[in-house]
T-cell receptor, first 114, second 114 residues
Framework: KNQVEQSPQSLIILEGKNCTLQCNYTVSPFSNLRWYKQDTGRGPVSLTI?????NTKSNGRYTATLDADTKQSSLHITASQLSDSASYIC?????????????FGRGTQLTVWP | DAMVIQNPRYQVTQFGKPVTLSCSQTLNHNVMYWYQQKSSQAPKLLFHYYDKDFNNEADTPDNFQSRRPNTSFCFLDIRSPGLGDAAMYLC?????????????FGQGTRLTVV
């Protein structure tokens, strides 16, 4: 069964600190993995997208890693800011006959305190 | 500029009263998706269009219907909303292109059923 599991479910950190969010998946055949940021009451916004051959990808203070062998990904946020408070969703795409089918994790709710 | 636009952002409807949510895109993408997202849960795919081909998820209730009159627009019709249909409804688009299919989400429509 194609699944995406994220941990932790929620996380509270102080402003300026770093944190790492985890994503494990069983989606096969794998196409790509994305991390999205979803602010409360808004649609998800893409942070990174990684294919099978990519190990690391950065977008500003966000760095995503992918280990396709162990089917694990992480999102590292450095020097956190109050505006980083949001849900971070791991989404894995499967190769399909017609579509890049998307499988969503339940997200990690990050709260950054001043 | 917004590329996937959902209207309205907030919708209040009465129990059993039909309601239509709309989504438009300026990306000329082949694929359009409708997701239902309840509080603290991952988005759940309801259906998608690949061009004019409609693909319904097996567990999507018959109460939910969709129309795609042209490439740019897609509608979600809820024929008889129940209290359990209150959720955020997300529209997304993608263009199938190799393995790096990016999905773009709208801001969502928050549906309240009273």
């Amino acid at each position: 069964k194609n699944q995406v599991e994220q941990s932790p479910q929620s996380l509270i950190i102080l402003e300026g600190k770093n944190c790492t969010l985890q994503c494990n998946y069983t989606v096969s055949p794998f196409s790509n993995l994305r991390w999205y940021k979803q602010d409360t009451g808004r649609g998800p916004v893409s942070l990174t997208i990684m294919t099978f051959s990519e190990n690391t990808k950065s977008n500003g203070r966000y760095t995503a890693t992918l280990d396709a062998d162990t089917k694990q990904s992480s999102l590292h946020i450095t020097a956190s800011q109050l505006s980083d408070s949001a849900s971070y969703i791991c989404v894995v795409s499967a190769k399909g006959s017609t579509l890049g089918r998307l499988y969503f994790g339940r997200g990690t709710q990050l709260t950054v305190w001043p | 500029d917004a590329m996937v636009i959902q209207n309205p952002r907030y919708q209040v409807t009465q129990f059993g009263k039909p309601v239509t949510l709309s989504c438009s895109q300026t990306l000329n993408h082949n694929v359009m998706y409708w997701y239902q997202q309840k509080s603290s849960q991952a988005p759940k795919l309801l259906f998608h269009y690949y061009d004019k081909d409609f693909n319904n998820e097996a567990d999507t209730p018959d109460n939910f219907q969709s129309r795609r009159p042209n490439t740019s627009f897609c509608f979600l019709d809820i024929r008889s909303p129940g209290l359990g249909d209150a959720a955020m409804y997300l529209c997304a688009t993608s263009r199938v292109l190799g393995t790096n299919t990016e999905a773009f989400f709208g801001q969502g429509t928050r549906l309240t059923v009273v």
